[in-house]
């Protein structure tokens, strides 16, 4: 089978980050300016001060839902699991979130 050198040299990169890391843990970057968006930003600001998520979306003028959506994103980026620790890391920054 012929390949193009662009698709090899895409294999063996693909295949040395694999056997590299072969669990795909994701790497989380400490900063969160670099990987949220302002909306996610804004919303794990309000959840630093405890707002329902029905308050966050009323403040934002957004659904609930997607204030929901927003938040799973968040989790999935910063690889938190679960509500609690999500807050517990909200705190722990929130001077340096944007409000």
Do not use: C
Not at 7 to 15: A, G
């Amino acid at each position: 089978m012929y390949t193009t050198s662009r698709i090899n040299n895409l294999f063996k990169t693909y295949t040395s980050s694999t056997l590299e890391n072969p669990t795909k843990e994701k790497k989380v970057d400490d900063d969160p300016f670099t990987t949220l968006s302002r909306t996610e930003l804004k919303i794990l600001w309000h959840v630093a001060q405890y707002k329902s998520m029905k308050q966050v979306a009323e403040s934002l003028f957004i659904s609930p839902n997607t204030v929901n959506n927003h938040l799973a994103k968040i989790r999935e980026k910063l690889n938190l699991k679960g509500t609690k620790v999500l807050l517990q890391y909200a705190l722990s920054i929130k001077d340096k979130l944007p409000n």
